[in-house]
């Protein structure tokens, strides 16, 4: 994982991935190898492992699918940002990582205050 070299790639169910050789002047698309959420006492974590061929940014999406404002810590291998998702929101960011490595990008933020795994969390999808 991590060492397929320049090819495009896609990731689906069951954590498999699919490659494919770059057509002449194609260049390879990020590519999301996790999404996984994890509970840390009382903050969750979204764990992401995404490789990138080159040195811009990775694009996420970030929905607040409560009915209450989300504060979040995004945290990668060159930076963070901690902001603040009113509900019901939807925002890209534009997130740095380094080129040509898997890197651990991390979004802490607080349970529900019910607990509830499936309300009040963020959801993250890697969008072009």
Not at 85 to 95: A, C, D, S
């Amino acid at each position: 994982m991590g060492c397929e070299g320049r090819v495009m790639g896609r990731t689906g169910l069951f954590d498999l991935a699919a490659y494919r050789t770059l057509r002449a002047g194609e260049r390879p698309q990020p590519l999301l190898y996790r999404n996984r959420l994890i509970e840390t006492g009382e903050t969750l974590r979204r764990e992401l492992l995404v490789r990138t061929w080159s040195d811009a940014p990775v694009r996420l999406e970030l929905v607040n699918v409560s009915d209450a404002a989300v504060r979040f810590v995004l945290r990668t291998p060159t930076g963070g940002v901690t902001d603040v998702m009113l509900p019901g929101t939807r925002r890209v960011l534009e997130v740095p990582v380094p080129a040509d490595i898997l890197s651990l990008v991390t979004i802490d933020f607080t349970k529900p205050a019910h607990g509830a795994m499936n309300q009040g969390i963020l959801m993250v999808r890697l969008v072009p």
